[in-house]
């Protein structure tokens, strides 16, 4: 059940005839009091002789009352609670219940409180009310309500428990405003599928991914087309920035500019800038990182390997769990690789990551401060992605998206768990969302890689093929039978193959892969350990066909080749 408080107003005639109207598209049904601060309150919905100013004049009087100077500008409080939609319908009293409870939490009315606000439900829909209420006591005072969101978000946790209804996580301060219901109204006017502050959100999201300083950012910001307003110090530096779409206009014709801290906390200019800690230029890349076939690497796909390494790094300090600053940075960090790649992917893959990185922003934020230094690779990787340029989705960039992909999916679900320890349930809650389409996202990244390995694999000679059988059943014991029946089994012979020739130990890095992170709970172990092994053995991504050693040769450097692991810098962590 969501409650939602909506911006006070000054014309309570004007609410009242909305909620009691059709709607902006006829979904008003059967519009009618449920509850209100009287019994005897008129109700236009449902009494032929009670008109709106009857309701007006009745919820007004207290405000009337008191001397012009007075009366408060903004005296309309509303606030709409909603069930989910899989609740069940809820009877008029019922929802007239909630209403005296949220009414009573919030401050508006507390219970035995004879002088209180005055008030009324109004309900033109299943599944949800609307409470409109004035905001002068019938004493004339004002009411207290301070922290009435945060009173109505608890008390909705309880209506739920009481009542049997889907169990919304808790909320923690820590999210974004949600459009107003004005601006809602506004988008569908225009035939918007998202409001101008949603989509100001993406906007600048992706502008901070990887952004190294305020003069990076804010072109980022102009050149997606936005309008950005700046405003300086006296002393010439930065003091904060506004931004807004082109064709978002007021009704005088002017752009509707929003600061950054009102789109999402971490919008802020100097949440912002505590991003920007150390020197963004790329690191050198490590031996066991480099890939062996740099020609078969474009820039995008040297992008994601970094990434891919990036990711496997990160998810080592959440194993940790031992600095929940680092552990922030990182999941913050990681949002802005999501936003990256949503920025850079292939048409195929762009909605689904795109819904990943929205989903996951939620995700990003908690009351645990980041500490960015810790998370400089994850940034780095970002703005590599940014500034190598969007993937064709095929060949070699297009296999590295599916491996970084398969990467941040596990980074995403130790996210989750993360949140999940530390009882952030909306941002265990978020993370699990993006991991949904995450997978998706790789399905169709990985369909036209795996079935180029495929091809290859079933190509091997039937010796070979039984010698790798010998290898898996001797690496992986508990997994061996689940692995030899996968339909993923050839692009994992083919891969076998690939690092044998390459000089390793198939068996030992098939160990290591293995060790690297549990595969339980993998749609497909035979595509985790192809992407793994391809990592940690510096193989290109994309493998198209080609001449096949012969299978004597394979075998005979097999059993010559020395049982080492990899280098260290390029393991995966461990659980």
């Given at each position: 059940m969501i409650p939602s408080i909506h911006d006070r107003g000054s014309e309570t005639i004007g609410l009242i005839s909305y909620l009691y109207g059709p709607g902006t598209k006829e979904e008003h049904i059967d519009p009618h009091l449920v509850a209100a601060f009287d019994p005897l309150t008129p109700d236009p919905g449902r009494d032929p002789k009670a008109t709106y100013e009857h309701l007006q004049r009745l919820l007004d009087q207290p405000v009337t009352a008191l001397p012009a100077i007075k009366r408060p500008e903004k005296h309309v409080w509303h606030l709409s609670v909603r069930a989910a939609p899989e609740d069940p319908i809820l009877s008029d009293e019922d929802w007239a219940a909630i209403a005296r409870r949220m009414v009573a939490t919030t401050g508006i009315a507390p219970d035995g409180d004879e002088a209180a606000c005055r008030w009324a439900a109004v309900r033109h829909a299943d599944d949800h009310i609307h409470i409109i209420a004035t905001l002068v006591r019938d004493d004339g005072r004002r009411p207290r309500l301070h922290n009435e969101a945060r009173r109505a978000q608890a008390e909705c946790r309880r209506i739920e428990a009481d009542y049997g209804l889907r169990r919304v996580p808790a909320g923690d301060g820590t999210a974004a405003k949600r459009p107003t219901s004005a601006e809602r109204h506004k988008a569908e006017r225009e035939g918007r599928h998202r409001t101008a502050r949603e989509e100001l959100r993406e906007t600048v999201r992706r502008a901070v991914a990887g952004a190294s300083s305020e003069d990076e950012f804010l072109d980022r910001l102009k050149g997606a087309g936005l309008l950005v307003h700046t405003k300086m110090l006296p002393s010439g530096d930065l003091q904060g920035y506004k931004v807004a779409l082109p064709d978002d206009r007021n009704s005088d014709k002017e752009p509707v500019y929003y600061a950054g801290s009102t789109l999402a906390p971490d919008l802020s200019l100097p949440r912002i800038r505590k991003r920007f800690t150390t020197d963004p230029a790329p690191r050198d890349t490590t031996d066991s990182e480099r890939p062996e076939h740099p020609t078969a690497s474009s820039a995008p796909a040297s992008a994601r390997r970094t990434a891919t390494h990036a990711a496997w790094a990160a998810l080592l300090v959440l194993d940790a769990n031992s600095d929940d600053g680092a552990a922030a940075a990182q999941i913050a960090a990681t949002s802005e690789v999501l936003d990256a790649l949503a920025k850079t992917s292939a048409l195929h893959t762009r909605n689904e990551l795109r819904q990943a990185a929205w989903e996951f922003e939620r995700a990003s934020r908690s009351h645990t401060r980041a500490e960015f230094r810790h998370a400089q690779d994850l940034r780095r990787a970002a703005r590599d992605l940014v500034h190598r340029g969007p993937a064709l989705g095929r060949g070699e960039d297009g296999a590295s998206t599916a491996m970084v992909l398969d990467a941040l999916i596990f980074l995403i679900i130790a996210t989750a768990h993360w949140h999940a320890q530390r009882q952030h349930a909306q941002q265990a809650e978020a993370a699990r969302r993006a991991a949904v389409h995450l997978r998706a996202a790789y399905q169709q990244a990985a369909v036209a890689p795996l079935t180029v390995l495929r091809e290859r694999g079933r190509r091997?000679?039937?010796?070979?093929?039984?010698?790798?059988?010998?290898?898996?059943?001797?690496?992986?014991?508990?997994?061996?039978?689940?692995?030899?029946?996968?339909?993923?089994?050839?692009?994992?012979?083919?891969?076998?193959?690939?690092?044998?020739?390459?000089?390793?130990?198939?068996?030992?890095?098939?160990?290591?892969?293995?060790?690297?992170?549990?595969?339980?709970?993998?749609?497909?172990?035979?595509?985790?350990l192809v992407w793994r092994l391809r990592r940690t053995a510096g193989l290109p991504a994309y493998a198209p066909a080609a001449e096949l050693t012969p299978a004597s040769s394979i075998t005979n450097r097999h059993a010559r080749a020395p049982h080492f692991a990899t280098p260290s810098a390029s393991r995966a962590p461990r659980r």
């Amino acid at each position: 059940m969501i409650p939602s408080i909506h911006d006070r107003g000054s014309e309570t005639i004007g609410l009242i005839s909305y909620l009691y109207g059709p709607g902006t598209k006829e979904e008003h049904i059967d519009p009618h009091l449920v509850a209100a601060f009287d019994p005897l309150t008129p109700d236009p919905g449902r009494d032929p002789k009670a008109t709106y100013e009857h309701l007006q004049r009745l919820l007004d009087q207290p405000v009337t009352a008191l001397p012009a100077i007075k009366r408060p500008e903004k005296h309309v409080w509303h606030l709409s609670v909603r069930a989910a939609p899989e609740d069940p319908i809820l009877s008029d009293e019922d929802w007239a219940a909630i209403a005296r409870r949220m009414v009573a939490t919030t401050g508006i009315a507390p219970d035995g409180d004879e002088a209180a606000c005055r008030w009324a439900a109004v309900r033109h829909a299943d599944d949800h009310i609307h409470i409109i209420a004035t905001l002068v006591r019938d004493d004339g005072r004002r009411p207290r309500l301070h922290n009435e969101a945060r009173r109505a978000q608890a008390e909705c946790r309880r209506i739920e428990a009481d009542y049997g209804l889907r169990r919304v996580p808790a909320g923690d301060g820590t999210a974004a405003k949600r459009p107003t219901s004005a601006e809602r109204h506004k988008a569908e006017r225009e035939g918007r599928h998202r409001t101008a502050r949603e989509e100001l959100r993406e906007t600048v999201r992706r502008a901070v991914a990887g952004a190294s300083s305020e003069d990076e950012f804010l072109d980022r910001l102009k050149g997606a087309g936005l309008l950005v307003h700046t405003k300086m110090l006296p002393s010439g530096d930065l003091q904060g920035y506004k931004v807004a779409l082109p064709d978002d206009r007021n009704s005088d014709k002017e752009p509707v500019y929003y600061a950054g801290s009102t789109l999402a906390p971490d919008l802020s200019l100097p949440r912002i800038r505590k991003r920007f800690t150390t020197d963004p230029a790329p690191r050198d890349t490590t031996d066991s990182e480099r890939p062996e076939h740099p020609t078969a690497s474009s820039a995008p796909a040297s992008a994601r390997r970094t990434a891919t390494h990036a990711a496997w790094a990160a998810l080592l300090v959440l194993d940790a769990n031992s600095d929940d600053g680092a552990a922030a940075a990182q999941i913050a960090a990681t949002s802005e690789v999501l936003d990256a790649l949503a920025k850079t992917s292939a048409l195929h893959t762009r909605n689904e990551l795109r819904q990943a990185a929205w989903e996951f922003e939620r995700a990003s934020r908690s009351h645990t401060r980041a500490e960015f230094r810790h998370a400089q690779d994850l940034r780095r990787a970002a703005r590599d992605l940014v500034h190598r340029g969007p993937a064709l989705g095929r060949g070699e960039d297009g296999a590295s998206t599916a491996m970084v992909l398969d990467a941040l999916i596990f980074l995403i679900i130790a996210t989750a768990h993360w949140h999940a320890q530390r009882q952030h349930a909306q941002q265990a809650e978020a993370a699990r969302r993006a991991a949904v389409h995450l997978r998706a996202a790789y399905q169709q990244a990985a369909v036209a890689p795996l079935t180029v390995l495929r091809e290859r694999g079933r190509r091997i000679a039937p010796s070979l093929r039984r010698h790798y059988v010998g290898t898996v059943r001797a690496a992986l014991p508990d997994h061996a039978e689940t692995i030899l029946t996968d339909p993923g089994w050839d692009a994992l012979a083919a891969t076998l193959t690939d690092v044998t020739q390459a000089g390793h130990n198939a068996q030992a890095l098939l160990t290591e892969a293995a060790a690297n992170r549990e595969l339980d709970t993998a749609d497909s172990i035979s595509d985790v350990l192809v992407w793994r092994l391809r990592r940690t053995a510096g193989l290109p991504a994309y493998a198209p066909a080609a001449e096949l050693t012969p299978a004597s040769s394979i075998t005979n450097r097999h059993a010559r080749a020395p049982h080492f692991a990899t280098p260290s810098a390029s393991r995966a962590p461990r659980r």
